[in-house]
């Protein structure tokens, strides 16, 4: 039988989305993703690669944490409940309004945005039809964290994942 709700820590409303991306397919600017990086090189003895792994094995370890969470109970509906979710091929389902306690990952696999796409079709300064395009990120779910033992950290990774979910 499902316990009354704790009051949460945080939720995801708390937390700023991505960016609205806004496309004006008039101006012909190539759009370019610069952020990823390439490490070539690289060998098992190298300190920073030996730093690195040690790094991740502390995220790991960090992702398997108990987490005490509910996702938020929606007036849609056509919203999932229970919402379903996986972590390398480990399912979950939480039912929306439900507290749960499960590792970190699972939050992560159910932090995520849908894009609100607008198309507006206009006539530019030469009368020629052009087509802007707005693309607003919002919250797949409400995740509300009701006890983190990772404390400030788990505030800061939840308003980090939250800011560059997709």
Not at 54 to 68: A, G, L, P, T, Y
Not at 99 to 112: G, M, N, P, Q, V
Not at 136 to 149: F, G, K, M, N, Q
Request: proline fraction near 5%; hydrophobic fraction near 30%.
């Amino acid at each position: 039988m499902p316990s009354k709700p704790s009051r949460p820590t945080h939720t995801s409303k708390d937390f700023e989305l991505p960016d609205e991306k806004h496309i004006d397919l008039s101006s012909g600017k190539e759009v370019i993703d610069d952020g990823l990086q390439f490490v070539t090189g690289e060998t098992m003895e190298d300190d920073r690669l030996k730093n690195l792994l040690r790094e991740e094995k502390s995220m790991r370890d960090f992702m398997e944490q108990k987490v005490k969470f509910m996702i938020a109970e929606t007036d849609d509906e056509n919203a999932p409940n229970p919402v379903a979710c996986g972590v390398n091929g480990v399912h979950r389902y939480f039912h929306r309004g439900t507290e749960y306690i499960e590792a970190r990952k699972f939050i992560d696999s159910l932090i995520k945005v849908v894009n609100h796409v607008k198309t507006v079709n206009y006539k530019d300064k030469d009368g020629i039809d052009q087509t802007d395009v707005k693309t607003r990120p919002v919250l797949a779910y409400t995740i509300s964290i009701l006890e983190d033992p990772a404390g400030q950290q788990g505030l800061r990774w939840f308003q980090h994942q939250q800011r560059n979910a997709f």
